[in-house]
């Protein structure tokens, strides 16, 4: 056998070797666990506690049963499942095939259920008002004792606080109605006093007010029922009283699942409205889980301001077709929204702006390189084995790459997903059955 032979031999053995070793080293370094043939009850048990969670990508029967296995948990760990979505919705669609009708309240144009102001006091009712409009309409702090006057009088004339009725209040003649209700007896002379001087002490906000209420009405006219509207007939009116409308704190309190259609994310007054109800029943211990399906986070404040402010008392599942262009590519809001999640799911991207943000998120690992060098030559006269010789050397090396290449997320399948929760501590990329 020449040493040539001998030499390239040796080399194989030990290029195989090397190969099988170093694929072992990068797969470690890489940290990815790989799970075929799985459900999502795997990995997001039943009964489980509901993670602040990212769903991002374009596989809707993934997302769906992610959100379905999160409203089931959120109610067993007596969390309300509040959901706010842009037109149509898969989730929308399974709720009432999944759960029993007194379980949920589904509002859309087709089904118009919303009554922001359903079941509040004056005091709750100016709560949301200060969070939403405080700034747009410079409203002062004074106004409150204008919206207690009014409630006071509809509680009064036994009407319930609604959006239409602010709305529609004639606010100017408002003290020549209590001077009336005095004179017929209806109140007395020190309740009427009493009134006037809330009125008179908020009366520098009456315009701001009236135009917050007409703009947040024209707004969500479309989710109010009939019977509530401006303009209803009596035999509308009297059908309202039959049925049962929900304001978010409403819902919250009757521990019901609401899913609400948003219609569009230019809606930014009716997503704030709904933003600043879950924070103040959350202030009064309520567990929420607020699930946002294709919402726009990055144009509204008081949304923004909810999901970072990170409380355990409402977790925000996040999910849509491309997170990151809902935070309009804003990166340190993206950031942060991660930063703060318990749970990541990844699936296919479109957007090549978008895969390359997951890529650099997921992050980076030390991947082994092997180089190899050939030299021949020939031996001696002299040598033991005289002829031809050959050589191998072996180089090694380390370069930072993608833990999932950008090209990785985009090819993606409907039935994969990468998988990272706060339990496990670990990337998982998982295959569906």
């Known amino acids: 056998m020449s040493s040539t032979i001998v030499n390239s031999f040796a080399n194989a053995l030990s290029s195989g070797f090397n190969i099988k070793s170093n694929k072992r080293i990068n797969?470690?370094?890489?940290?990815?666990?790989?799970?075929?043939?799985?459900?999502?009850?795997?990995?997001?048990?039943?009964?489980?506690?509901?993670?602040?969670?990212v769903i991002s990508g374009v596989s809707e029967s993934i997302k769906t049963d992610y959100l379905i296995h999160s409203i089931r948990n959120s109610l067993i760990n007596n969390r309300t499942p509040v959901i706010l979505y842009e037109g149509d919705n898969n989730l929308a669609k399974q709720i009432p095939a999944l759960f029993n009708p007194d379980e949920y309240i589904l509002i859309n144009s087709g089904n118009p259920g919303f009554e922001p102001f359903f079941g509040m006091s004056s005091y709750d009712i100016n709560t949301v008002i200060s969070d939403i409009s405080t700034k747009k309409y410079d409203l002062k702090k004074n106004f409150s004792y204008?919206?207690?006057?009014?409630?006071?009088?509809?509680?009064?004339?036994?009407?319930?606080?609604?959006?239409?009725?602010?709305?529609?209040?004639?606010?100017?003649?408002?003290?020549?109605?209590?001077?009336?209700m005095v004179n017929r007896g209806t109140i007395s002379d020190t309740i009427g006093q009493d009134l006037q001087?809330?009125?008179?002490?908020?009366?520098?906000?009456?315009?701001?007010?009236?135009?917050?209420?007409?703009?947040?009405?024209?707004?969500?006219?479309?989710?109010?029922?009939?019977?509530?509207?401006?303009?209803?007939?009596k035999v509308q009116r009297d059908l309202a009283k039959k049925n049962k409308y929900y304001s978010i704190c409403k819902a919250i309190n009757e521990k019901k699942i609401i899913a609400i259609d948003i219609a569009s994310n230019f809606n930014t007054l009716l997503i704030e409205l709904i933003a600043a109800e879950i924070k103040l029943?959350?202030?009064?211990?309520?567990?929420?889980?607020?699930?946002?399906?294709?919402?726009?986070i990055n144009e509204n404040e008081l949304l923004k301001k909810l999901i970072l402010l990170n409380s355990d008392k409402c977790k925000t599942i996040i999910t849509g077709n491309d997170v990151y262009s809902e935070c309009n590519c804003?990166?340190?809001?993206?950031?942060?929204?991660?930063?703060?999640?318990?749970?990541?799911?990844?699936?296919?991207?479109?957007?090549?702006?978008?895969?390359?943000?997951?890529?650099?998120?997921?992050?980076?690992?030390?991947?082994?390189?092997?180089?190899?060098?050939?030299?021949?030559?020939?031996?001696?006269?002299?040598?033991?084995?005289?002829?031809?010789?050959?050589?191998?050397?072996?180089?090694?090396?380390?370069?930072?790459?993608?833990?999932?290449?950008?090209?990785?997320?985009?090819?993606m399948q409907s039935d994969e997903m990468y998988y990272y929760s706060i339990d496990n501590k670990n990337l998982q990329h998982i295959t569906f059955a």
Request: charged letters at 20%.
């Open 281 to 296: 029943s959350a202030s009064k211990g309520n567990g929420i889980s607020l699930i946002l399906n294709n919402v726009n």
């Open 146 to 180: 204008y919206i207690d006057s009014i409630v006071q009088c509809m509680s009064i004339n036994r009407s319930a606080p609604t959006l239409a009725r602010f709305q529609k209040c004639l606010h100017a003649s408002m003290i020549d109605q209590i001077n009336d």
């Open 27 to 53: 797969k470690n370094n890489r940290g990815v666990t790989e799970l075929k043939n799985k459900t999502l009850a795997d990995v997001y048990p039943v009964g489980s506690d509901v993670n602040r969670a």
């Open 330 to 411: 804003e990166d340190k809001l993206f950031d942060t929204i991660i930063g703060n999640a318990e749970t990541i799911a990844v699936l296919a991207h479109s957007s090549q702006l978008s895969c390359k943000k997951w890529s650099e998120t997921i992050g980076y690992y030390d991947k082994l390189d092997e180089a190899k060098s050939f030299q021949t030559g020939r031996h001696s006269s002299t040598s033991l084995f005289p002829g031809a010789n050959a050589s191998t050397s072996i180089n090694y090396s380390t370069k930072r790459e993608y833990i999932v290449k950008p090209e990785e997320i985009n090819r």
């Open 197 to 233: 001087s809330k009125l008179m002490m908020g009366q520098s906000e009456q315009f701001k007010l009236e135009a917050f209420f007409d703009d947040l009405y024209n707004q969500i006219f479309f989710l109010i029922p009939e019977g509530y509207r401006n303009g209803a007939t």
